[in-house]
């Protein structure tokens, strides 16, 4: 019984023991470490170029405690076609005005040029998004009126300037006016050349975006839009360093029109010879200044001008608006763009190698006929369809691929050409012909060839630019001769 006894006592004890152990080592746990998450802080919109530019989270979400996760998905604010030309007309078009002198700005046409000969990526995507949004199907789609009228201005000016940025070599000079351009003897049919594309059209020109959409929308009785659109010229009014908008265009409209006039290129007054010079602006459009206020005169007055003598037109300047040695600015005092980032797609259009813009297939895939063969450039922006004075067949649209062939080590033109006759019957002229090419001291590549017609073409890897011709094979009659912007 007494051994029975001192088992039982043993027991207890060991029992005791344990349990204290297992109290102690449970109260020196370290304490469990709470999973929390961290709220973005605010991201600047200014100077980022990516997709999602913003994520806002939602309010009530950040008011929680730290362990209760909201299952609200966070709210993606992307960057709109707006923010994105701030960006672009900011960086690129300068005041030049010193204290005390009316506004005014200039283009700086070399850094354009610099950094798309440099395919400097954030360049490169920066324009890449800014013709993404412009060509949207759905960019106009419920707009106000107000919103599509600031959209065509943008539009206007924006392209102007990338025409130039485009083509601003032309026979390995630099070009001294947007008419350098110009095809033919009409000195300005380079603003009938269709190169733009907007909501989900393929090539329309300026005239079009200004005589067409604008004019629609105005009824041409609004002289303001003439100080508003810019034709890359010194001549031109002021080009603004900023988007117009739609929830602000009336004060752009009459700031913009008003800085304008304070211009000697728009109105001065010679008091000796008692005349008042204007820009011919008021000359081409003074039906639409009368429609607006009644007259030029009062037009002018309305926005702070005045006519004092008789009148007498400027002759218009049609160098290009851009930086000269007496407007020179300090790099330092040029703003920067953004950060570089990756950039996948191409210029212009947005194309890369394998996707176009909106993710879809390149427009070039097709035509890719063995393993041994590159796709060089794409080249859709046609600048000139001339017409022929003896076919009369007009380009009205292009779709061309330049491709190497790397094992025959010849360059190949594919693709079609919209083209149109004197009757006016539409057809698809199927391209391709390749053969060894031939380099230049301009620097292009020339090739031509036999088929079923004899075939030029002429193409800078630098500048962009396709120049292509087809000829009869008898008497070599010229049927068709294009110039096309490539990417």
């Given at each position: ?28 746990l ?12 605010t ?18 979400t ?71 949004k ?5 960019a106009?789609?419920?707009?106000s ?81 003439h ?24 004060t ?7 800085a ?14 008692k ?53 020179v ?60 004075k ?15 062939n ?55 890897p ?26």
């Amino acid at each position: 019984m007494k051994h029975a006894c001192n088992v039982m006592v043993l027991f207890l004890m060991v029992l005791f023991v344990m349990q204290g152990c297992s109290k102690y080592q449970k109260d020196n746990l370290p304490p469990v470490q709470r999973q929390t998450t961290e709220t973005s802080t605010t991201k600047d919109t200014t100077l980022s170029l990516d997709e999602d530019d913003t994520v806002v989270q939602d309010s009530e979400t950040n008011s929680e405690a730290d362990d209760q996760v909201s299952d609200k998905p966070p709210v993606v604010v992307e960057k709109s076609l707006e923010d994105l030309l701030d960006i672009f007309f900011g960086t690129f078009v300068l005041p030049i005005n010193k204290v005390g002198e009316p506004f005014d700005t200039r283009v700086d046409y070399e850094r354009l040029h610099d950094l798309r000969a440099k395919k400097d990526k954030t360049f490169v995507k920066l324009v890449t998004k800014i013709e993404r949004k412009f060509r949207a199907s759905d960019a106009l789609r419920g707009k106000s009126d107000a919103y599509k009228k600031a959209f065509y201005v943008n539009a206007y000016n924006y392209f102007a300037i990338r025409l130039i940025n485009r083509f601003y070599m032309k026979d390995g000079k630099r070009i001294k006016s947007i008419l350098d351009l110009s095809e033919g003897l009409n000195k300005h049919q380079i603003f009938d050349a269709r190169f733009i594309r907007i909501h989900s059209e393929e090539l329309v020109s300026l005239n079009t975006v200004e005589k067409k959409y604008l004019s629609g929308l105005t009824n041409d009785r609004d002289g303001r839009y003439h100080f508003a659109v810019i034709c890359v010229s010194k001549g031109c009014p002021i080009t603004l360093n900023k988007a117009y908008r739609e929830e602000i265009l009336e004060t752009q409209l009459d700031e913009v029109t008003k800085a304008s006039l304070l211009l000697p290129r728009m109105i001065t007054h010679d008091n000796d010879d008692k005349k008042t010079y204007l820009t011919k602006l008021f000359d081409w459009y003074e039906s639409h200044f009368e429609a607006d206020k009644g007259s030029v005169k009062a037009f002018i007055q309305h926005h702070g001008g005045d006519i004092l003598y008789k009148v007498k037109f400027q002759k218009y300047d049609w160098s290009l608006n851009g930086l000269t040695s007496e407007t020179v600015i300090e790099e330092d005092d040029k703003p920067e763009l953004p950060t570089e980032v990756d950039q996948q797609g191409g210029e212009g259009s947005g194309e890369g190698a394998n996707q176009d813009g909106e993710g879809q297939a390149n427009p070039c895939a097709a035509f890719i006929q063995s393993e041994q063969e590159k796709v060089i450039s794409i080249c859709r922006n046609l600048v000139s369809g001339k017409e022929h004075k003896l076919t009369k067949n007009t380009v009205t649209e292009a779709n061309l691929c330049i491709i190497r062939n790397r094992e025959a080590d010849t360059y190949i033109v594919r693709g079609e050409l919209n083209s149109v006759d004197k009757k006016e019957r539409e057809s698809v002229i199927e391209v391709n012909f390749g053969a060894v090419a031939k380099v230049e001291n301009d620097g292009y590549f020339t090739w031509d060839t036999k088929h079923e017609y004899r075939e030029e073409a002429s193409f800078h890897p630098e500048e962009l630019t396709l120049k292509f011709r087809q000829n009869t094979n008898g008497v070599r009659r010229s049927l068709r001769k294009i110039v096309v912007g490539c990417e």
